[in-house]
């Protein structure tokens, strides 16, 4: 059955092999197990059930909570040759109806409804009548109040098990924790639930924070590193989003804004812009990505610190889904900390210690000296030990200093102003700043004033938070954000304690471990050259004419193995991860004149590249060279040219081989073919027919023979 389930995966999905934990969902699935799956986003949920959906017989039944998400996969599998749609409330009776037929008639391998259609009299009747391979529930999070993202109408799911008991159910998420983990499989009714937990790891993200001052800047010159590339930028307010894409506009970005309180049509016409590669930057308040699907967002930045880790991890896990290199870049401030704070505190009908301790864990992350996806990881309670190469941490170590001079300052200074000032007032003083308020104060006056000049206003606030998070200082949340000493203060100010602390960061350079990391290759071959662009943008219009998102038809991913590959004829495309029989019928030739016209330009541009050599020999057969005249006007020797022929041949392309033997030869060759025992070479076939034919003659008739076989088998 297994093996029926690979076949599957390379003929619909295109896909060589299951991601290590799939094959052994797929095999709970086929076990009639109940199963429960948590998987980050990108880790290839979908297929755990799709591929037993189009195996097993009857139909599969798919919970999903979002309009958005259900149209965008009942598209994509479509675009794959599998027979599957949608019922929800945005389909006219007409289509309905249409549906349910299609599903009385056993004529649809997967159902996707709402969870409200499926807990509906009518439809129940309907499922009574025909043959249910499973029943799948995705975000099944949703089911859980522990959750972050609970959904009422979720809850009456508890009503699949008691109506199919006997049917497998799949439920699957993204989130991770242990409460919400038990809360599905009790709220589902699972019978011994089969229970899968895939490394939340997303390696193919890189991390970075950056202090976030001159924002604006920053992000210009990110995206100029990046041009053409889809991102999200989250910001925490609705004027943020629509000023920072402003600004971006400004500049000749094509950035849209996108928040709760736009229009619902300009809402949806920004998601769809994105979706098609028509809108590049979406900057955004949260409400934006959950029913998004695209795979080829190739970053994401989050303008504010978002509330608390799962959050950010669900948002930066938009970006990258293809598992092409995809970048996330957090923008910190201690600002940021103090609105979050009194936003959290000011919900009054919710938890607000849980949601405080949440947020902590952020700064920490936010604030972190060692592996950031270190913190990330365990936070999910995965061990992850090795530091990870991929994170600014990792790949700009930090350098520790004696900061006990710089320490005394900042603690004096606090002693001194009674424990009354907050972090940027007290770096003021430290600086010997003219402000106001100091001088009203006669902060002037204390012994420490201007004592730390010879630091910027940024190192001083990356010392300060070392001190913090240290233990050194404590800030108290309570009484305006004041400085507090801590018993560990004292040992510095009067015991001398070394402090040891790390330098900021002069400039971006990165150890040569780092580098060679950061160079270490994928497993597949992959580009972003010329003709990647190329591709893309044949993606698009491809993708406009048949109204689809453009990475429906191929995944980045995708694009770029077929820009590493340049595949020119229908077998080494199928070659390439993403490409199956339906894809390859419909877009193949699209994607591979594309390829051989780039070849062919370069190549006349005098340029050698790769690939070229059989397309050129090609050409010139097409146009009706002899092999002579080929092998003449390529400096190239015949043998050689033969042995392309035979190539193209045998790779499928219509190339006439009796031209180079008769068809008495042929029956001559097929002869000595048939009566040798294999093994055998070119050469026992040419000595058998006693040296009378030709070598070349030989070297196709036997391409023939092979296909013809082949074809038989
Ligand atoms: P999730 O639902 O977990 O967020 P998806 O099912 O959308 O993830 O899969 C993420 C991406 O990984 C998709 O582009 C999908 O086609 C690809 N993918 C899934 N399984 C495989 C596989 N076995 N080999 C290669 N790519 C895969
Ligand atoms: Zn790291």
Redesign the pocket.
Same mark, same amino acid.
């Given at each position: 059955m297994i093996e029926k389930a690979k076949t599957a995966?390379k003929k619909y999905?295109g896909?060589d092999?299951?991601?290590p934990m799939?094959e052994d969902i797929v095999q709970s699935v086929y076990d009639l197990n109940d199963t429960l799956v948590l998987?980050?986003? =990108?880790?290839?949920? #979908?297929?755990c059930y799709q591929i037993p959906a189009v195996t097993m017989d009857g139909i599969a039944v798919v919970v999903s909570p979002l309009i958005s998400l259900m149209k965008d996969q009942v598209e994509s599998l479509l675009a794959n040759g599998i027979k599957a749609a949608f019922l929800n409330s945005s389909l006219s009776s007409v289509e309905r109806q249409q549906v349910e037929d299609d599903i009385f008639k056993n004529n649809i391998d997967l159902i996707y409804v709402s969870p409200e259609k499926i807990v509906s009299p009518d439809f129940l009747t309907l499922l009574k009548r025909v043959q249910i391979a499973l029943f799948a529930v995705d975000e099944a999070h949703c089911i859980s109040a522990w959750g972050h993202d609970f959904r009422p109408e979720y809850t009456q799911l508890k009503f699949i098990k008691r109506h199919f008991p006997a049917t497998p159910i799949i439920a699957l998420t993204?989130t991770a924790d242990k409460a919400t983990r038990k809360d599905i499989s009790a709220q589902l009714g699972m019978y011994q639930p089969k229970i899968f937990v895939a490394s939340f790891d997303r390696p193919n993200l890189s991390l970075d924070v950056k202090p976030g001052q001159k924002k604006l800047e920053q992000i210009l010159q990110f995206i100029k590193k990046r041009p053409n590339q889809p991102g999200i930028i989250y910001c925490l307010s609705r004027k943020n989003t629509e000023n920072v894409a402003d600004k971006l506009q400004m500049k000749g970005l094509n950035a849209k804004a996108y928040h709760a309180g736009l229009p619902a049509a300009q809402r949806s016409k920004v998601q769809e812009d994105f979706i098609n590669d028509n809108v590049e930057i979406v900057c955004a308040t949260v409400a934006f990505g959950m029913g998004i699907?695209k #795979?080829n967002v190739r970053w994401v930045i989050h303008y504010n610190l978002p509330k608390n880790i799962e959050s950010f991890y669900q948002e930066i896990g938009r970006a990258g889904?293809?598992?092409t290199n995809a970048a996330t870049l957090l923008f910190y401030s201690y600002a940021d900390i103090m609105t979050l704070r009194d936003i959290l505190s000011n919900n009054e009908n919710a938890n607000v210690e849980l949601k405080l301790a949440k947020l902590e864990r952020m700064q920490q992350y936010a604030e972190s000296l060692s592996c950031r996806r270190k913190i990330l990881l365990n936070y999910f309670s995965e061990p992850f030990e090795k530091a990870c190469g991929n994170c600014d941490v990792c790949k700009n170590p930090p350098q520790y200093f004696d900061g006990t001079t710089i320490a005394q300052k900042a603690l004096s200074a606090v002693y001194r102003l009674k424990q009354q000032v907050g972090t940027s007032m007290l770096i003021d003083v430290l600086r010997g700043s003219g402000r106001k308020e100091i001088f009203e104060r006669g902060y002037q006056n204390i012994k420490t004033y201007g004592a730390g000049r010879d630091a910027s206003i940024r190192d001083w606030q990356f010392f300060m938070m070392q001190l913090i998070n240290l233990g050194f200082l404590e800030v108290a949340y309570e009484d305006r954000n004041v400085l507090r000493l801590t018993p560990l203060s004292q040992k510095v100010l009067f015991e001398k304690k070394k402090v040891e602390l790390v330098q900021p960061q002069v400039a971006e350079t990165r150890t040569q471990k780092a580098k060679a990391q950061a160079k270490a290759k994928p497993k597949r071959e992959r580009v972003r050259d010329e003709l990647f662009e190329i591709l893309r943008v044949l993606r698009r219009e491809l993708a406009q004419q048949r109204g689809v998102p453009p990475y429906v038809i191929f #995944?980045d991913a995708t694009l770029e193995e077929m820009a590493a590959k340049r595949p020119t004829i229908d077998s080494d495309l199928m070659e390439i #991860? =993403?490409v199956g029989e339906r894809k390859l019928q419909l877009y193949g030739n699209f994607f591979m004149d594309k390829i051989i016209e780039y070849i062919k330009t370069k190549t006349a541009e005098g340029e050698k590249i790769q690939g070229s050599t059989y397309i050129l020999t090609y050409e010139l057969y097409k146009q009706g060279l002899s092999i002579q005249e080929i092998a003449n006007k390529r400096e190239l020797n015949p043998v050689t040219i033969y042995s392309h022929i035979a190539y193209l041949f045998e790779k499928g392309e219509p190339i006439d081989l009796f031209k180079y033997f008769s068809e008495e030869e042929y029956e001559r060759i097929e002869e000595a073919i048939e009566a040798m025992k294999p093994p055998f070479k070119m050469k026992d076939i040419y000595e058998f027919l006693h040296e009378e034919i030709e070598y070349h003659k030989i070297r196709l008739a036997f391409s023939y023979h092979s296909k013809k076989t082949e074809n038989v088998e």
């Open positions: 995966l999905f896909y092999n299951f991601r799939q998987m980050p986003t =990108g880790g290839g949920k #979908s297929i993204a699907d #795979s889904r293809d598992g #995944s #991860s =993403g």
